[in-house]
């Protein structure tokens, strides 16, 4: 994926949290962010969550109860666009983002969000609302509860906050999960993410939430749903731009397309289980398998229609 070095980045869609005073550190273990009860409505996203008494690290709409695992204090936040250990200015353009993994995460954001600001009205005939993507370390606080650089990447309806820390890309999605990683794996998890803030926006995530677990459930037909919507952002992302019309990607390749599908496989439900415990029971199933999962990626990609990602209409998921 190749960055417009002439778009201009807006820093004031991330924010930067710094790392907690104290939390759980390490993965947590079998049973982990998993819980039951609760009043707060449960955070949209990646997680870790014990699955048949192994650790499991999911990607996409964990429903993991009432509060998010970790301990700890938020310590305040700060543009990306801040400065530098050396006083510079940081991620001002595409330029930033061809060179560094924050700017480029910042630079996807923005096109994701010019992407749906114009693809929800069309479309759908909703407005679309911005959610911030806030970049954190350590533990902080959310309107879903506490979370730590353990939870992973997750989207919460309470606030309509983002989050991530990127330590999951290295030590989580190819560390344990084995992806290949690549700047288009990175935006697929991004793209996915903001799949479920439009879910939000269109009442999708309220009227099927559900503690459900199994191949056909709600939580695994949120999932897939998030990965089409991510499918509809990367076709058009070429054509996402900046306020003053610059293009924010100038090209995607079929490498690019490779690594979202790697990512995709890595993170299926039949994957994880295998890879952790050498057998699948797809009753314990959150996501959706890494077949599913890829074909519904590909289903948006190929698209490009918001109507064709309903994944809650079908008995083929």
């Known amino acids: 994926m190749k960055f417009n070095p002439k778009a201009r980045l807006d820093r004031s869609q991330m924010r930067k949290r710094g790392r907690g005073s104290s939390g759980g550190g390490g993965f947590p273990m079998p049973g982990g962010a998993g819980g039951s009860g609760g009043g707060l409505p449960l955070p949209m996203g990646g997680g870790v969550v014990g699955v048949i008494v192994l650790i499991v690290i999911l990607l996409a709409a964990t429903k993991c109860g009432a509060n998010l695992p970790g301990g ?10 801040s400065t530098d250990a050396a006083g510079e ?3 001002q353009s595409g330029a930033d983002a061809n060179d560094r993994q924050e700017c480029a995460l910042l630079a996807t954001v923005n096109s994701v969000q010019d992407y749906w600001s114009r693809a929800l009205p069309e479309q759908a ?4 609302e911005q959610a911030q993507w806030q970049d954190f370390s350590g533990t902080l606080s959310t309107g879903c509860g506490q979370a730590s650089s353990a939870t992973g990447p997750f989207y919460c309806p309470v606030d309509k906050g983002v989050y991530l820390d990127q330590s999951f890309f290295d030590d989580m ?6 992806a290949k990683g690549g700047d288009f794996a990175e935006a697929y998890v991004v793209a996915h993410e903001y799949g479920h803030h439009v879910q939000d926006l269109l009442g999708t995530l309220s009227k099927y939430q559900s503690r459900e677990t199994g191949p056909t459930s709600p939580s695994v037909r949120i999932e897939l749903q998030a ?3 991510a499918g509809l ?5 070429t054509s996402t731009k900046d306020s003053n019309g610059e293009v924010f990607i100038l090209e995607i390749t079929e490498t690019d397309i490779s690594e979202a599908i790697d990512a995709a496989t890595a ?3 039949d994957k994880i289980q295998e890879q952790s415990s050498g057998r699948v029971n797809p009753e314990q199933w959150t996501h959706g398998s ?12 190929e698209s490009g229609q918001l109507e064709d990602c309903d994944t809650f209409s079908t008995n083929e998921l």
Do not use: K, M, N, P
């Open 72 to 81: 700890g204090t938020d310590t305040g936040s700060q543009d990306t666009g």
């Open 89 to 91: 200015t940081t991620c």
């Open 125 to 128: 005939q909703v407005e679309y």
């Open 173 to 178: 999605l190819e560390g344990q999960l084995g």
């Open 227 to 229: 990965d089409c919507y």
């Open 233 to 237: 952002w990367a076709q058009a992302a």
């Open 267 to 269: 993170v299926g439900d």
């Open 290 to 301: 890494a077949e599913e999962r890829v074909r519904w990626f590909t289903t948006g990609l």
